[in-house]
Structures are given as C-alpha cells and as structure tokens.
C-alpha cells in the first residue's frame, strides 16, 4: 500500500484528502511533485503494478490538483461548479474505501454465496444426445447386465409343522384319557419351537370355545389344562 511522507504529512493519501478536507493540512503546503515522484518509486520498488491501486492514486491525485489549482488561482474557478462537489465526492470516496475492505474481509472469511434466481425448467421429455448410437446402447446395457451376478440362495429345509385345528384335536385325545395335563406335559415331545406356539394357539382356542380351563396355583407355577364339565 503506498504511503506518502514529506514535513507535514505521512500516510495514506486517502487520509491526506480528508484532513485537506477538514482544515488541518493546508493544500498549499503538500507539494504534488513530491507525491508523484514517491508513488513513481513505490511503483519501482515493488516491480507490479497494482490497477485498482493505481486507479485510487489518479484519484485522488487529481482531486489534490483540483484543490491546489482553486487555492492558486481562485480568480480561475467557475462561479459555480456542474455536477457533485468536491466534498461530496470525498465522503462518497471514503464510503467505498470502507466498503471495499469491508469486501475484503468477507472475501477473506469466505462467509458468502451468490444465490442465483430460481430456474423455470419445462419438461420436454427423453431428449437423447446426438452421438447416441443404437450400437452405443446395446453395449451399455450389456455391461449392466454383466455387472449382476447371480445370486445362489441357501438351501434350508422346511420342516412340516402341525396345523392349529390338528393340535386341538391332539389335546383333546390326551385330555378324554387323562381329564387334567400340564402345559409342560404338551409340549414334551415339540420337535421345534413352531410346535410349542402352535400348541399355544389351540389351547387358546380351546379356552375360547370353553372347551378347558387353565389354571396356575402360583406364580411362575406350572399351567394345568382340565377338561371342562358338562352342567346338566
């Protein structure tokens, strides 16, 4: 960033214009030869020219013999002057000073998006590319096709097991001989626990149509199955 520095001044020249501005340097007093011969050799010490850098110097260089120039020779000077006043184009100059560091920093953060507007996209149907070929397609779909390996499913064998309505009838046989059985009694001879649900499912079923009654003295006891009486 250049810098100016001479007896009364040092510093950006930004912060030139705007002391200049508020009485505290007088134009007069800063020599603009001097500013141009400083920024010609700010400009060979860094070897790269910077164009936004350069475009602020013109501008405010120009603005400093604009000054100079009214200070000078005052008799020169429009009476009236066309378009923004210095002043004004001073305070707008100082706002986009500030915003653009402000842009600096955002930029730096990377805490920014640019939203774009909200796309009307009409559907028009399959719309292939022109170098599709009907060769093309069917090797692609080929290589799907040879991508999927066929898949060998395990052997299991089902074992048959007994349906609800034979297990009741298969109760119902032990219970005419023995009158009162154990749950445990039941299931002693289930082959897998498929056995053991379905033999609870009819005595469900047998309680339903009041065909026993289970009872348990104590918890966690055993479930005896008994044969309901006939009332006369």
């Known amino acids: 960033m250049f810098t100016f520095t001479d007896e009364k001044f040092s510093g950006p020249l930004d912060l030139l214009l705007q002391m200049i501005e508020g009485d505290r340097v007088k134009i007069t007093e800063v020599s603009l030869l001097n ?11 860094s070897g790269t020219i910077d164009e936004s850098e350069m475009a602020d110097f013109l501008i405010v260089a120009a603005k400093l013999l604009y000054l ?3 200070e ?6 429009p009476q009236e002057e066309s378009g923004v006043d210095l002043a004004k184009q001073l305070k707008m100059y100082e706002q986009f000073a500030r915003m653009a560091e402000e842009v600096k920093q955002m930029l ?20 292939p590319p022109k170098t599709l070929t009907t060769r093309k397609m069917e090797m692609v779909m080929s290589d799907v096709v040879t991508r999927f390996k066929p898949t060998k ?4 064998e089902v074992k048959r097991t007994m349906s609800i309505k034979e297990k009741i009838e298969a109760v119902q ?10 749950f445990k009694d039941l299931i002693a001879d289930a082959g897998s626990r498929a056995d053991v649900i379905v033999t609870f499912l009819a005595l469900l079923e047998l309680v ?4 026993v009654t289970l009872d348990q003295r104590e ?9 309901n009486q006939p009332t006369l």
Not at 208 to 211: F, I, P, T
């Open 208 to 211: 339903k149509m009041r065909s």
């Open 173 to 182: 046989d032990l219970l005419q001989t023995f009158k009162k059985a154990a």
């Open 108 to 127: 730096l953060r990377r805490r920014f998006m640019y939203p774009r507007e909200a796309m009307t996209i009409k559907a028009t149907g399959f719309q």
């Open 219 to 227: 918890k966690f006891d055993h479930i005896y199955v008994e044969v």
């Open 35 to 45: 500013v141009t011969d400083a920024y010609i050799k700010h400009l060979q010490t």
């Open 72 to 77: 000078l020779l005052p008799q020169l000077a």
């Open 68 to 70: 100079k120039s009214k």
């Open 153 to 156: 499913l395990e052997e299991v």
